[in-house]
């Protein structure tokens, strides 16, 4: 069967479209790497970069540009927020589909969606003077980790939720009702069938919900105490690659910019590894008979 | 639905109640911030407020041109990102015909989804302002902003396609369709949903941006006579106003509202049209 | 200005396809300028700009933030007409000439619980580097150090006073802009900052729980920015570059920010307006 004139037409402008999605981030990577060669090459050099124990790229003294504390930062936050966040996205996405009542339904996603487009800094804001203040009673000096974690927590939860929602909502309803058949109740079926079967759309939304968490930079600059170390503990301050470029760069020189710069593309190539791991893997047959 | 609900089991009550948890904690965590808001902005919320212009820094006047800004921002966002989007989405679920390739394209966009919006301001920045030459201005911020948000277009597209029973493609072409009335007539409609939650979530994750903005659209407050005009963006807005502007925090919590009241009446619009546009595709003779 | 006509073939190809949706003005009617830089002089210069456009019709001053050495740097590479800085010109950047229009002071501020209202110079070094880590005798009051991130304004201003490096400082919480410096502090018993004093005395006066210290016994307001007597001030600047002043509308926009026509706008801005 060879393909009609209008679907090799419509094929073409199809593959292009995509072609240039795909290209895109190429086209940020090149940029940013271009932008990053004097930090990488020779002006601190990617030696400093990765082997200096300090960040202090204003110093006169003694300029540090050591970014793996900050690079660090970026992962841990990104692992602390995500956990709870898939937890309840989740859980709230299961709630909504399997349990609520109809309007309720209709109104937890009106929330859901509203939530996903609360601008960062009024959740920062809010994070900043509403959480703080309770963490620092608690645990000094409040502006940490854990505070950064809950915020972000809170800003990806829609995505995971949303997109689990529509995955679930995309299970073959053939499938309960062979589960009913077989007397699986309520939960086993949600456990035991729809759930796996919506994996790889729940899985899809939450690797979108870690893109953004390690992305996220007006929130997170407000809540994370922006020091440059390796925690100690979830209460200390750490800073987060995003949060070092939105202090530093619009205040950044020609080197300390190139740094910058570096530590974008650092904190992309890290991104990426992580994106590739995932998207390469073999994925693992499902439960198919 | 599933499960008899006559013979709820412990079990099944345990999950309905974790479930039911994790949606209250969200909506107590949704309620805490907008309920602030509340407290902070109503009092400014006035028609003049939305339709005056920008006095003062901010602290007094309105919105009414960074309202414009963001409108004619968002219009040059999605008057991209859908096309180019869906498109990708039909061609890697329907016409890629090499594996190879359409990981390659995968993968591409997974990393493109992962970037993070500072690292598009600076992109932008760089790439639209400077080499294409289109200076701080509503289309550089609305083209960065398609860049941000064109992942989230294509993966929820692609899993309201995947929601397309299997058995439907091979179905149609046994009848002689060919695959562009395929997907017009069968699958567009099956992915419909996809694409407007990931048109919301497109525009919810535009009209939030800050970082991104700042370095493309740009600061200015006048009224937008273009697109080649460099426009304040209601995020960027309300940044400048609560983390600049001292005595901003009233209006900033003001523009906010405005900016979520706006949202919901996105949201509602975008829901409406996709079930208008799937009863008339799926059951045209039933009314 | 050979920068700017570079990119005009293509903006124009681009600008004339967008006249077709639009009521486009005839562009080349309007003279336009570009000022950048500093983010906390912008809304200010934004303001300024638009008293200068309704006094001249015809005219566009397009007002874009993004820091200081931002500002600086496309003044001298003639990206922008003007740049804005809020810290005088450091010794690499030549080739400019800056222009004065107001004065900003630098405030230390605490929490109002905290009991100490005064610090002298050596206190406030001792605090920063970290030699003094408690608020009281009993040692049970650790003192949170709140600094400024690298290449602010404010931070600048401050190391320069104290003669310090940014190497020396032992901060416990690092912050940005103004605003998050005043929200840290008021939300912390034990923290100490510095930010704009105009900032502080606006949130100290509108029930924010802060503190303006005296610095060496000098009260720190607007006044005493004003006169002259307290010692952490920095000028906000325009920047253009070479050595005169610029003719054009630069030039004339630029007098009209130093002009006694903007001192009520300075004034409500929270800033010191320079009088000769």
Redo the contacts between chains.
């Keep these: 069967m060879s393909p009609s004139v209008n679907d090799r037409v419509a094929g073409a402008a199809l593959g292009i479209a995509a072609w240039l999605c795909g290209g895109i981030s190429l086209l940020i990577l090149i940029w940013v790497g271009v932008e990053a060669i004097p930090a990488l090459n020779n002006d601190p050099g990617i030696s400093s970069l990765l082997g200096d124990a300090h960040w202090l790229p204003g110093s006169v003294r003694e300029p540090q540009f050591g970014m793996l504390p900050i690079l660090a930062g970026s992962v841990l936050v990104t692992i602390f927020s995500i956990i709870p966040a898939t937890v309840a996205g989740v859980g709230c996405a299961v709630f909504q589909r399997f349990y609520a009542p109809k309007w309720m339904r209709t109104f937890l996603r009106r929330v859901l969606e509203l939530l996903a487009g609360i601008p960062s800094v009024v959740i920062g804001f809010w994070g900043l003077v509403v959480l703080v203040p309770i963490l620092q009673k608690w645990q000094p000096p409040g502006q940490s980790l854990a505070a950064a974690a809950i915020v972000l927590a809170i800003m990806i939860l829609p995505t995971v939720a949303l997109t689990a929602s529509t995955a679930l909502k995309n299970v073959s309803p053939g499938l309960f009702r062979a589960a009913a058949a077989l007397g699986m109740g309520r939960a086993r079926t949600i456990l035991g069938v729809a759930l796996p079967t919506a994996r790889r759309g729940i899985a899809g939304g939450v690797i979108l919900a870690a893109a953004r968490a390690i992305g996220e930079t007006m929130a997170v600059v407000m809540v994370c105490g922006n020091v440059a170390q390796w925690p100690g503990s979830i209460f200390d301050p750490i800073r987060p690659a995003t949060a070092t470029i939105a202090l530093e760069m619009s205040y950044a020189t020609a080197g300390h910019r190139s740094v910058l710069f570096a530590l974008a593309f650092f904190l992309v190539l890290v991104v990426g590894a992580a994106v590739g791991w995932i998207a390469f893997r073999k994925p693992s047959t499902p439960h198919r008979r | ?4 609900a006559a ?3 412990r ?2 009550r ?3 109640a ?6 209250l ?3 107590v ?2 309620g ?2 907008v309920f ?2 509340f407290q902070t902005g109503t009092a400014s919320l006035s028609i003049p407020f939305l339709v005056g212009k920008v ?4 602290r007094a006047g309105g919105i009414g041109p960074v309202l414009i800004s963001t409108g004619m921002i968002l219009l040059v966002c999605l008057a991209v990102a859908l ?3 869906t ?2 989405a ?3 679920s329907e ?2 015909s090499k594996i190879r390739f359409a ?18 301001g ?2 932008g920045m ?2 639209f302002c ?1 080499t ?5 201005s509503i ?1 550089s911020g609305g083209l960065t902003l398609a ?1 941000m948000i ?3 277009v ?3 597209t ?3 396609l ?2 397309a ?1 299997s058995n439907l493609r091979p179905g149609a ?1 046994a009848l002689g369709l ?3 009335s395929t ?1 017009r007539h069968l699958l567009l409609p099956v992915a419909i ?2 694409v407007v ?1 990931g048109t ?2 497109g ?3 535009a ?5 991104a903005l ?2 493309t659209s ?5 009224w937008p ?4 005009d ?1 426009g304040r963006a ?2 960027v807005h ?3 106003l ?6 901003g925090a009233a209006n ?1 919590a003001a523009s ?1 509202l405005v ?2 009241l706006a ?2 009446f996105i ?2 619009l975008a829901t409406l049209l996709a079930d208008r546009w799937l009863l008339k595709r799926i059951a045209p003779t039933s009314e | 200005m050979s920068s700017l006509l570079k990119l005009h073939p293509v903006s124009a190809v681009f600008g004339a396809f967008l006249c077709l949706n639009q009521s486009c003005t005839d562009s080349s009617a309007v003279e336009k300028i570009t000022v950048t830089g500093s983010s906390t002089l912008a809304p200010l210069v934004a303001d300024m700009a638009g008293l200068f456009e309704a006094k001249n019709p015809g005219i566009r001053i397009d007002v874009q933030a993004g820091g200081s050495s931002r500002g600086i740097l496309d003044a001298s590479s003639s990206l922008a007409d003007i740049g804005m800085t809020s810290r005088n010109l450091k010794a690499g950047e030549n080739g400019l000439t800056s222009h004065r229009i107001a004065l900003d002071g630098i405030a230390l501020i605490v929490h109002s619980q905290n009991p100490v209202s005064d610090l002298s110079h050596d206190q406030v070094i001792s605090i920063f580097t970290g030699k003094t880590e408690f608020w009281n005798e009993g040692n049970d009051r650790k003192i949170v150090v709140v600094n400024k991130a690298e290449g602010r304004g404010t931070l600048e201003v401050f190391l320069k006073h104290f003669e310090l490096d940014s190497a020396d400082i032992d901060a416990d919480l690092i912050v940005g802009e103004n605003q998050q410096a005043i929200k840290t502090v008021s939300g912390n018993p034990l923290a100490i900052g510095y930010v704009s004093i105009g900032a502080a005395e606006y949130e100290a006066a509108n029930g924010t729980p802060i503190r303006l210290l005296a610095v060496d016994g000098v009260t720190a307001t607007s006044k005493t920015v004003a006169e002259g007597t307290y010692p952490i001030s920095r000028p906000l600047l325009l920047v253009t570059k070479g050595h005169a002043v610029p003719a054009g509308l630069t030039g004339r926009f630029v007098e009209f920010c130093q002009s006694t026509a903007v001192h009520e706008l300075i004034g409500s801005h929270l800033y010191v307006p320079v009088r000769e």
Aim: with cysteine; aromatic share 10%.
């Design positions: 639905m599933i499960g008899g013979r709820l089991s079990n099944d345990l999950l309905g974790a479930g039911g948890f994790a949606a904690v969200v909506l965590g949704f805490a911030i602030d808001l006095e003062n820094g901010g096309p180019l989007g498109g990708c039909i061609w890697l016409f890629a990981r390659a394209i995968t993968a591409g966009i997974d990393l493109l989804a992962s970037v993070p919006s500072i690292v598009f600076l992109f760089v790439f400077r294409l030459g289109l200076g701080f289309t860049c064109l992942p989230i294509i993966r929820t692609l899993i309201g995947s929601g029973p072409a060919s695959r562009v997907i949903p996809g939650v919301t979530l525009i919810s994750r009209l939030a941006e800050t970082a700042i370095f740009g600061y200015a407050t006048r006579e273009g697109f080649d460099s209601i995020s309300i940044y400048d609560a983390m600049n502007v001292p005595g900033a906010a900016l979520l949202l919901l949201n509602y």
